[in-house]
């Protein structure tokens, strides 16, 4: 499984991004990290394959929306009301499964196999 994140930038406090990541299959559950440097990797949101179910970290309920596009194979993550405390490089993430209406999704990182390269967003005060 091949991903492409793209879509990070600078941003001020209160503004909004939206970031995307393109698969190469469609058959997985997706997800979106983050990590700042000496911090370890944070759960940001999760949506399954058949993208009905979805969940999201703490920090960021309320704010921050994930989303999928099946027929372009493309996973989102809309941030809004984004604070200085989002800074950080953002990571997507595949887990293979064995249906296009798997209802799983994952909140660890050690339960996804695929990563794509980080795309960094900070958000300015």
């Known amino acids: 499984v091949q991903l492409q994140a793209s879509g990070g930038g600078l941003v001020q406090a209160g503004g909004s991004l939206r970031l995307s990541c393109e698969t190469s299959n469609r058959k997985t559950a997706m997800g979106w990290f983050r990590q700042t440097p000496g911090m370890e990797r944070e759960f940001v949101a999760a949506?399954?394959?058949?993208?009905?179910?979805?969940s999201y970290g703490d920090s960021v309920k309320g704010r921050f929306t994930i989303s999928r596009d099946n027929a372009k194979n493309t996973v989102y993550l809309q941030m809004d009301s984004l604070k200085p405390s989002d800074t950080a490089v953002y990571s997507c993430a595949a887990r293979l499964v064995g249906s296009f209406r798997d209802s799983s999704y994952y909140v660890a990182p050690n339960q996804y196999k695929y990563w794509g390269q980080g795309t960094l967003v900070t958000v300015s005060s």
């Open positions: 949506v399954s394959a058949s993208a009905v179910h979805t």
